[in-house]
């Protein structure tokens, strides 16, 4: 018997200094309560760098001003959701390069919006328990 997997397609952003990494808290989907890259799903037809510049935005605070497309990895994990027991997760990430901005500790809520805000965390600070899937990928 194979397995059905739920689908998520999202666009995520890298951006860090000897500081640490900027990253969101989140507050929904399989990821509650853990950290994350900046970034998301994408609306409906709209285009992968619109899509990576708008999710920057609404959970960071930060307008990206360059970036480059650094490549695609796909991982699966148990999840239970809705009929699906298991995600198959298909990233497209970007190194952001330049930014203009504050970074926002609180964001704007609204339906769909699964941050609670943005910080920056030590790399060292990361661990598989406080950070999601994707970090283990890239």
């Known amino acids: 018997m194979s397995k059905k997997y739920h689908r998520a397609f999202g666009v995520y952003g890298i951006l860090g200094d000897p500081k640490g ?3 969101i808290k989140k507050n929904g989907g399989p990821y509650r ?3 994350d890259l900046p970034g998301g799903s994408l609306e409906d037809g709209e285009s992968l760098d619109k899509a990576i510049l708008r999710e920057f935005k ?3 605070g930060l307008e990206i001003t360059t970036l480059t497309q650094l490549g695609v990895t796909s991982f699966k994990y ?3 959701y809705e009929k699906w027991h298991y995600n198959q997760h ?3 990430f970007y190194h952001i390069h330049t930014y203009n901005g504050q970074l926002a500790d609180h964001v704007t809520q609204f339906v769909g919006q699964d941050a609670i805000g943005a910080g920056r965390v030590p790399l060292t600070a990361l661990n598989e328990k406080n950070g999601v899937y994707t970090f283990w990928y890239w």
Request: hydrophobic fraction near 40%; aromatic fraction near 14%.
């Open 33 to 35: 309560n853990r950290y």
């Open 21 to 23: 990494l900027i990253v």
């Open 90 to 92: 298909i990233c497209v």
């Open 78 to 80: 148990p999840w239970d």
């Open 58 to 60: 609404e959970e960071t």
